[in-house]
């Protein structure tokens, strides 16, 4: 149907009564971007100048026109704080995040929250501590806690396990001992490589060195023998006054002002027993 002009439509048998520019009507098989259709067929303009396809209602658009993005059936012409933009939509960080990535992984947190994995948390849990510089969580390689700077650098072990300069060790390593927390102490005799029970009682010595009252030496002193116990070198108090011993029962040579070897039993005496004489 017509009215005054035949280009004044007032009312359309197929398709959607359209306003043109001059006031005057016509009809369209679809609604162009930026319109929508009333319940009485006629295309209006949506309400948000910025939205190219709106529902039924004109308010709540569905597609904006380039530059602007959508959120929430508006367009915006950037996204508000805490959001982050997916495609030409605007969409929500994760909770308590101030600062996401196009992505949505979080970047900063709100005070109190520190980030983990691209999401924020009010404590970071096992195997990690805080870094209180980026507020975030870091993971501890191989251990419960440890340096902030340097998750590699262990603080405290897993149970079982003993910390020794910044590593973790299931048996403490040569020349230390693990101590009642779990931690490895040095072994305080020099070049001493076992110590088990007290850092100041020397069990094995290093580098063949030789272990003679709680001592590491690289040869046995006078008065004493090169032995092997337990499959390590050790040395032995030589019989009484004896100043070199080839066994735990006879003497080399004789040791001290007035002590003479007998050579057939190899015992130091002295001065010579009844029988013998001294050449």
């Known amino acids: 149907r017509c009215s005054g002009f035949p280009y004044h439509c007032t009312d359309c048998i197929t398709g ?70 997916d495609g030409t939509t605007c969409k929500p960080c994760s909770s308590h995040c101030k600062v996401c990535f196009n992505s949505g992984e979080c970047r900063i947190c709100d005070d109190n929250y520190y980030l983990l994995n691209g999401h924020c948390v009010p404590h970071c849990g096992p195997n990690h501590v805080i870094n209180y510089e980026t507020h975030s969580c870091v993971h501890c390689v191989g251990c419960l806690s440890c340096n902030p700077t340097k998750p590699d650098y262990c603080t405290i072990c897993q ?36 110590c088990t029970t007290n850092v100041n009682h020397c069990e094995v010595c290093a580098n063949g060195e030789i272990l003679y009252m709680n001592q590491c030496i690289t040869v046995c002193p006078f008065g004493t023998r090169q032995v092997y116990i337990n499959g390590y070198i050790s040395c032995e108090v030589c019989p009484n006054h004896c100043g070199t011993c080839s066994t735990s029962h006879g003497c080399d040579i004789c040791h001290g002002d007035g002590w003479y070897l007998n050579i057939v039993d190899l015992i130091c005496y002295y001065g010579c027993p009844n029988g013998y004489y001294r050449p």
Not at 59 to 83: A, I, K, T, W
Not at 166 to 182: F, I, L, Q, R, W
């Open 159 to 194: 149970n079982g396990e003993f910390l020794w300069n910044g590593e973790c060790y299931v048996v403490c390593p040569n020349g230390t001992m693990a101590n009642s927390e779990d931690e490895c102490v040095t072994c305080s005799v020099n070049n001493c490589v076992s």
């Open 16 to 85: 959607f009564k359209f306003e043109l520019s001059d006031g005057t009507f016509t009809c369209v098989n679809e609604c162009p971007l930026g319109y929508n259709m009333d319940e009485n067929n006629e295309c209006k303009l949506c309400l948000d100048t910025n939205c190219t396809i709106c529902t039924g209602q004109l308010s709540f658009c569905q597609h904006c026109r380039p530059g602007y993005y959508l959120y929430q059936g508006h367009c915006l012409l950037r996204c508000h704080d805490r959001m982050y933009i």
